[in-house]
């Protein structure tokens, strides 16, 4: 870490910290400041330029008459189930979609929360990094989806970040809370997404998957070509939870996805995708984290990364397995196509295992499209370039069809498609 | 329909065919059979256009240079060759591969497209007289198919892609007998005036379900002998050696 750059905090933070965790994180950023390079956790990732760009940037204005439905439409798409959307961090009633009363869920921002208990643990929160400090010091608002216990929702929960720049590069700081109660059922999307201009996201999301539930959790980065994006997603599981988690990258000029998932209780299992994409000079980081503090879990990585053009894809799979538990199943891969000579994938598992009862496999490949397979096409009369994006998107097929609902998982396939050429 | 003359093909500094002759007329079918190293997988990877060869000679199909052209035109024009491995695919679905290569086909054909209705009722058409089970659609392109559901699905698009010349690259090989004969009647069912067959092979199990009209000896990169469809059991008889000495 390194101090952080002078006025930065001035700047970015407001005067004064409207809450204890705004406090704390602009406490914590004046003691530790930003990461550099030199941290681990970020070897791959420009942060020199991400600093840069919040340097020159200015606090992204509240309110934004840009945003309407139907933008919000085009950009996250209807995914059938309530909608929250916030605006550069801050809640955007009128295109938002509470969705009236659902059984055992209620959806809110900032203010909503004030008027109920605070969460115990809340207090305890320290930054897990030095952008996560600037989000608690300078973010606005916070979405809130809370599940009760033995709720079982059925429609997808939709939280969209918009970040809406004007004609300088602005900063904005997203905050989410998922709390799902004992033996509850969740679906949550999350989609970060922007219009055009320099913007930098700098995004952090909390959710807490009681005992006993079942949480599936879709995050879609896909904002616009001149976006700089930070985001941290941490997960705790109670025992018996079950997550499914999926990361997606297709948007921004810089973007980084960290994603921390601890199980605090046993015999609970995460399954976590994730598909990034950097195409034109486009750098997608990701940045994984299973900490098994408790036994008898399971975890399971599958991350995917197409690279072309100069883009730059890396992928970094820390698997902890804690002194004192045991019987844990950990697997990771890591699979990587290489599509231009001028792209690069950075593949690094780093499994952490402290425990002796344990069953972990990990597996990384980095490689090109198959010359056998493209021949195979073309001598089916299926023209070459047709043939390299079949192969291409197959290679993205085991992501994107585990994806659900299917509106969500059209709007990925047509992404990517967009992003080929195809 | 084919006219090969003087064909060679190598690799680097190494001559793999050397000078090979043949002609095969509309409707017929032809066995190229030879020993290992003789050429045989070359020879179908040329004519489909597999890249990394260097050639010299002509191939003319049907009144064109098929050297001149990419392998999806060889298709468009009427060529198919049943790989020896036919590839695996994972993430392209079956149903979708065969329905893209058709309408790919049928596009520089001047025909129409066919709807995926219309083409799901088509493929599992073909696939019953193969005894293949429609399950197979909606998996990935040979993906985990066994040896013999792998040559089933070969035939299956030969069957589907209706081309004026198939070229049968050792299809016989790694099947069990039942299999044999599925695939070996698939072929036979195929036999048209307007369609001729090249079949490429080691062994003359195929023939027995199969019979050609012409049979060729290849060794060291050319014909050395061509007869009738005795030729494949005196081969079995006697061997290559002997059968290309006399």
């Given at each position: 870490m390194t101090a952080t750059p002078a006025g930065l905090l001035d700047r970015?933070?407001?005067?004064?910290?409207?809450?204890p965790r705004a406090e704390r994180g602009r406490d914590w950023l004046a003691a530790h400041g930003l990461p550099t390079t030199r941290d681990e956790a970020w070897r791959y990732t420009p942060v020199d330029d991400i600093v840069g760009a919040l340097e020159a940037a200015a606090p992204a204005?509240?309110?934004?008459?840009?945003?309407?439905r139907s933008v919000v439409d085009a950009l996250a798409g209807d995914h059938g189930g309530p909608r929250l959307v916030f605006v550069n961090g801050v809640f955007e009633p009128r295109a938002s979609d509470a969705g009236g009363a659902v059984d055992g869920l209620w959806l809110g921002n900032r203010d909503g929360m004030r008027a109920r208990p605070p969460s115990p643990r809340a207090a305890e929160d320290q930054p897990a990094d030095g952008f996560q400090a600037l989000n608690w010091a300078a973010g606005r608002d916070v979405a809130a989806v809370l599940v009760e216990p033995g709720a079982q929702l059925d429609q997808p929960v939709h939280v969209v970040h918009i970040a809406a720049p004007g004609e300088d590069t602005t900063a904005n700081h997203p905050r989410t809370v998922v709390l799902a109660g004992p033996g509850s059922r969740v679906h949550l999307i999350e989609s970060y997404v922007g219009l055009p201009g320099p913007s930098v996201t700098n995004a952090s999301t909390r959710i807490v998957a009681g005992a006993g539930s079942t949480v599936t959790h879709h995050r879609v980065q896909d904002e616009a070509a001149a976006a700089i994006h930070v985001g941290r997603t941490a997960i705790d599981q109670g025992a018996r939870s079950t997550l499914r988690a999926t990361s997606i990258m297709t948007g921004g000029h810089i973007a980084r996805s960290a994603l921390a998932i601890g199980f605090d209780g046993t015999d609970a299992c995460a399954d976590i995708d994730g598909l990034y994409l950097p195409l034109g000079h486009q750098h997608h980081d990701n940045v994984v984290t299973v900490d098994?503090?408790?036994?008898?879990c399971a975890s399971t990585q599958r991350f995917t990364g197409i690279v072309d053009d100069h883009g730059r894809g890396s992928f970094s799979g820390h698997v902890l397995v804690r002194h004192g538990t045991t019987g844990t199943d950990a697997h990771q891969s890591n699979r990587n196509l290489v599509l231009a000579p001028t792209a690069q994938a950075d593949t690094r598992p780093w499994l952490e295992i402290l425990a002796d009862d344990v069953r972990c496999t990990h597996g990384a490949t980095v490689g090109r499209l198959d010359d056998d397979a493209l021949f195979y096409l073309r001598s089916r009369g299926i023209p070459l370039e047709q043939g390299r994006a079949m192969l291409v998107a197959g290679f993205a097929a085991e992501i994107i069809d585990a994806i659900t609902p299917a509106t969500l998982r059209d709007r990925v396939a047509a992404a990517f498609a967009a992003g080929r050429g195809g | 329909m084919l006219h090969i003359e003087r064909l060679t093909a190598s690799v680097g500094d190494k001559t793999i065919l050397d000078g090979l002759d043949l002609d095969i007329a509309a409707g017929e079918i032809h066995a190229v059979m030879g020993p290992n190293g003789a050429g045989k997988s070359t020879l179908s990877n040329v004519l489909a256009g597999r890249d990394g060869y260097t050639t010299t000679g002509t191939v003319t199909f049907e009144g064109g240079d098929?050297?001149?052209?990419t392998p999806e035109e060889r298709a468009a024009k009427g060529l198919f060759l049943a790989f020896q491995h036919p590839v695996e695919i994972p993430g392209v679905g079956n149903m979708y591969f065969l329905h893209t290569a058709l309408n790919a086909i049928r596009l520089v054909r001047g025909q129409p497209e066919i709807g995926a209705v219309d083409f799901l009722a088509l493929a599992k058409e073909h696939m019953a007289r193969l005894d293949m089970d429609p399950a197979f659609l909606s998996r990935s392109v040979n993906e985990g198919f066994s040896g013999g559901e792998k040559k089933r699905n070969e035939i299956l698009q030969l069957s589907l892609l209706e081309p004026r010349l198939a070229i049968l690259d050792e299809t016989d090989s790694g099947l069990d007998i039942d299999a044999l004969r599925v695939v070996g009647e698939g072929v036979e069912r195929l036999r048209h005036p307007e369609r001729s067959m090249l079949i490429i092979t080691h062994h003359p199990r195929l023939l027995e379900f199969v019979r050609p009209d012409r049979v060729h000896v290849l060794q060291a990169g050319r014909i050395v002998r061509t007869g009738d469809h005795h030729l494949a059991r005196e081969l079995e008889a006697v061997g290559y050696g002997a059968a290309a000495a006399r």
């Open positions: 970015l933070v407001p005067p004064s910290p409207p809450s204005p509240a309110s934004t008459s840009q945003v309407s098994h503090r408790a036994s008898h | 098929l050297l001149a052209l």
